[in-house]
């Protein structure tokens, strides 16, 4: 522990003695550690069940539907007949509807464009959303078409200047509804659907306007104790009777039901995640070049001193100890300062991204998961060092001194 303390110490010396290479080398760590936070928060989202969709690999997800050509057909989940689909699907206890419309909000005496849903009450128990005030609607709720709504807490703050809007009022469509939920934000790449909603309503009050598409799109919950072979099965047969009865002819095969983990492990989303894995290295590898070729040349400054230490009885091995010791201390306060700034950094880049359209109030990421980024930080941290600073320390250590002494720079 002594020896660890030492050279922390002299490190710390040498640090305050070489400002420029420090500073350098400090802001070159902060901003690629700003960008592997990103790069780590999107795999993981990608990667894995991530909330809301915790339960992606149990839900059975029935939207699109293709003729017996193979051709994508309008044939959809029609408001009509949906109760005849699920009196069908009676062997599933959570059974989701969804539909959509961009809506004119007035809250707060001010108009807003928000993306809405209208679902039913078994939404809120197949999506695992964060309620961080109230709760969800319940069945009751919608049967007795009570006016709640449920706002993420980025609408709170858009809508009453408060991440707490429980007990306001919103006024849409003629009808006032009061915040009865706020959850927490959740990632664009991680929304139960393609359309991002910030606003959900009971399906009740669903007049299907502007865009007058009255269908739904169905989601069913596979419970534990089924298995997932007579689950889709189930479905298969529910849904084909249902089109029957409407003689609309689909090409819908037992092999089309797919759990909606199944639907988004695409060629894209593939890409992405591999993607994802090259820009991290990337990040890595620039920088740290950048690094290696300064630190390199600061260390080949400072030959002569590790010549005279060496001479005094210091080994290789201390003398590569000391030089990583150096680069380490500023590339972990680097990483640190860097995985601190990513929040803010990411909100920045959102509103760039997000700030003069209508997806103004949703979140790239929805919220860091540090125990996630802590355990892709602390190695990508340890890599980095080794990538900068581990090449010319282990140069300098092999160097002969006698020739270093003599002022020879081979």
């Known amino acids: 522990m002594k020896i660890i303390i030492q050279y922390l ?3 710390w010396y040498n640090t305050l003695h070489n400002k420029g290479y420090a500073i350098f080398c400090f802001l070159g760590t902060v901003l690629t550690f700003i ?21 992606a690999d149990r839900i059975i997800r029935l939207d699109a539907f293709q003729d017996i050509k193979g051709k994508e057909i309008r044939a959809e989940i029609h408001v009509t007949g949906v109760s005849v689909l699920m009196e069908n699907l009676k062997k599933f206890d959570n059974i989701s509807l969804y539909h959509y419309n961009y809506i004119s909000i007035r809250a707060n005496e001010r108009l807003h ?25 319940t069945k009751e709720e919608c049967i007795n078409r009570k006016p709640v709504v449920v706002i ?26 009061e915040v009865g939920g706020i959850v927490k934000n959740i990632s664009y790449y991680s929304s139960p659907t393609e359309e991002q909603c910030t606003v959900w309503v009971p399906y009740v009050f669903d007049k299907f306007i502007p865009n007058k598409t009255y269908k739904y799109i169905v989601d069913v ?8 072979h007579d689950a889709k099965e189930n479905v298969f047969r529910s849904v084909n009777y249902y089109f029957e009865n409407k003689d609309i002819k689909v090409d819908f095969s037992l092999q089309k039901v797919k759990t909606l983990k199944e639907s988004l492990a ?34 080949n400054n400072r030959a002569e001193e590790i010549a005279i230490r060496r001479a005094f009885g210091a080994g290789r091995l201390s003398s ?11 590339v972990v306060a680097g990483s640190i300062a860097g995985s601190l ?53 282990y140069l300098i250590s092999k160097r002969n001194i006698a020739y270093i002494l003599k002022g020879d720079s081979k």
């Open 320 to 330: 590569f100890l000391q030089i990583m010791s150096e680069n380490l201390l500023l």
């Open 113 to 137: 464009s928000t993306l809405t849903g209208f679902v039913n009450a078994d939404f809120w128990k197949i999506y695992d959303f964060d309620f961080l005030y109230g709760n969800p609607f």
């Open 221 to 228: 919950l596979v419970p534990s104790s089924m298995s997932m």
């Open 9 to 11: 110490k002299t490190a």
């Open 341 to 393: 700034l990513a929040v803010p950094v990411i909100e920045i880049v959102q509103q760039l991204i997000m700030g003069d359209s209508t997806m103004e109030n949703l979140s790239l990421v929805g919220h860091i998961d540090y125990v996630v980024i802590f355990i892709g930080v602390l190695p990508t941290m340890l890599v980095f060092s080794l990538l900068s600073g581990g090449l010319p320390a």
């Open 152 to 177: 993420t807490e980025s609408m709170s703050q858009a809508y009453f200047n408060t991440k707490n809007g429980i007990g306001k009022k919103i006024t849409f469509q003629g009808k006032e509804y």
């Open 266 to 299: 695409t060629k894209e989303r593939d890409l992405f995640q591999y993607g994802g894995m090259i820009a991290l290295f990337l990040f890595l590898l620039i920088p740290a070049l950048n690094i290696l070729l300064l630190g390199n040349a600061h260390t």
């Open 35 to 55: 960008f592997v936070v990103l790069v780590l928060q999107l795999i993981y989202i990608f990667a894995s069940n991530y909330p809301p969709m915790s339960n």
